[in-house]
């Protein structure tokens, strides 16, 4: 399906009261996304609260059956058992579904698209377009330009993932369990499994199969997607860790031919959406707090294996909820609707 | 050198007041190691501080050049610069140094050990035996047996390292950030380079060879020299969390032959040191703040690489004031002594 070229378009965001939906607004704010009518749409109880957008209030409607009437675009993050029931009908009212859930991902008629890497397979979609998983973008933006000079054959990642993967309440409880830690109190996991505070844990999502966790499953099978590859050997160790909402990666990458560290450097600071952050006489490289709120995935501990010569070590930072969910997922509105706007703003 | 068979001996504790010293205390107390005469040993500042200690009260004394007369043990856990100077004069007077500073471990003169490993080593020294750095040694604890009975070719690792690596002050500091952040005001680093209250960094040690920093290397380098090989590639990033005193790694093994699941658990099951704690079903694997005042490495996600037959993964936590530093050291002084207390008590 193709978007019928307007001046500007009627957009709902579903699920606009959680992290990733309340940033979708922000971003289409900050980038000038062309809105004829924007609507809000949450759960019942969600009912009436309001969002400023561009120098109005907007009051959050409940999502039904019948809201997608005249809506162009969705841009869908509550949940994938809601996108599984509500994108089919927005689809079949016109619109144009844009899943930040991993309800479709793997669908073969579904294209999983991150704009700097495969923006062209979103010609070929039947309404909805798959956003990633958070980590999986974060770890796949450096890595698509290297790979194209060079083939990357093996990827060995261990990531540090913040609390906001798991949406705004896990935020709270990273906060609040932290205020009761300090206090001397018992922290009380109620969103994660878990202690968040002062603690980290593999990743609260299902284990599946041969004991790796869901989370890491996404990793391995959304690379072989986007990079229309199955030639890569992809594992992961995936783990929660005390941060807001930024994720770290430490990547290491085993190429087809010795990385030149010199061509490495070039390629990534010339690479959009990638910000190289490697001091080594400073010790500063990339950091959580430092990429949150930023647009770019910060690259920095760039370095070879003495050991390996075809492998290369990066350290990684993104943030989840921008470039990892509702960035991502507004550049796949701008592609849809012709927008000229640069990858990097 | 060996120590002269006693009923009890006296100790000297090299920086008693330090996060490790006062842990090595502990230890002493715990395991009832047969001390006679214990002495704490610090600088100026903290003299007259008072321990508990076996229902005794004992003062710090400032450390001296003759602060060693009638030692037996000296734990020492001040600084590789204090060690430099006094362990050789701790020596001359007739004491053994169980050193846990960086000063010798990769002398050539002096043993570098790991009791679940290479106890023997020990008896090869000349006064100094060193303790490994805190990752080495939770990380080798649960490789040592595996190693034994399928040979590791090759070791890709990740940390996630708690602040107690970088002293009292830094656990300090981690809280005192976290309070200030909650409380809506800066962070002001003064122990660590950057923030660590909600974020995390690329390890604070100097960057050396080729990119690496100075606690990677260490892991590299001191594997070789416990394991008593070259052969395994070993390469690392080393990274710090916010989480108080126990440190985590998620560790990529490649072995010489496909592992055999079943048989790596129950090597580690078996495994001094080590326990295993990995279920699946419950999502409840090694995490810090349980590693935290244990004597044991915590082990699981023990998985296959179903991309690499002879690959696995594990992820460990261990306390790093406890296995990492302090109880390494007393388990080395049992040896000495000829204690046949248990390795795991």
Chains 1, 2 share one sequence.
């Not at 307007?6 to 922000?26: F, N, Q, R």
């Not at 990743?203 to 996404?218: F, M, P, Q, V």
């Not at 190429?255 to 080594?280: N, Y």
Request: proline share 6%.
């Amino acid at each position: 399906m193709k978007l019928r070229k307007k001046k500007a378009y009627s957009v709902a965001i579903m699920g606009a009261t959680g992290a990733v939906g309340e940033e979708m607004l922000g971003i289409l704010e900050q980038r000038q996304f062309p809105v004829s009518k924007l609507v809000l749409l949450a759960s019942a109880r969600s009912v009436g609260k309001k969002y400023a957008y561009g120098g109005r209030e907007i009051e959050v409607r409940e999502l039904k059956e019948d809201s997608f009437e005249g809506i162009d675009i969705v841009l869908a993050s509550a949940g994938g058992s809601i996108s599984k029931r509500y994108a089919p009908l927005a689809v079949q009212a016109g619109a144009i579904v844009i899943d930040n859930t991993s309800a479709f991902r793997m669908d073969p008629e579904v294209p999983l698209v991150v704009p700097e890497i495969n923006p062209k397979d979103i010609k070929k979609n039947n309404g909805i377009i798959a956003n990633p998983n958070c980590s999986t973008i974060i770890m796949l933006v450096p890595l698509w330009p290297l790979h194209r000079a060079n083939k990357i054959k093996r990827v060995i990642v261990s990531t540090y993932q913040a609390a906001s993967g798991a949406g705004a309440k896990a935020m709270q409880e990273l906060e609040d369990q932290s205020r009761a830690v300090l206090a001397g109190q018992k922290a009380a996991p109620q969103v994660f499994p878990h202690q968040i505070a002062f603690n980290l844990f593999s990743h609260n999502s299902a284990i599946k199969d041969e004991g790796y966790n869901e989370e890491e499953l996404k990793m391995i099978k959304e690379t072989y997607k986007i990079f229309h590859t199955d030639k890569i050997k992809v594992t992961a160790t995936t783990v929660r860790v005390p941060v807001y909402r930024a994720h770290s990666e430490a990547i290491y990458v085993e190429f087809a031919k010795e990385p030149d560290l010199a061509e490495v450097r070039r390629i990534l600071e010339s690479a959009p959406g990638v910000r190289i952050v490697d001091d080594r006489e400073k010790n500063y490289f990339p950091m959580p707090i430092e990429a949150s709120g930023k647009d770019d995935v910060l690259v920095g501990r760039i370095r070879r294996d003495p050991t390996s010569p075809k492998g290369l070590w990066l350290f990684v930072a993104g943030d989840q909820l921008r470039k990892g969910a509702a960035l991502n997922a507004v550049q796949i509105a701008e592609i849809l609707c012709g927008r000229t706007v640069p990858v990097r703003v």
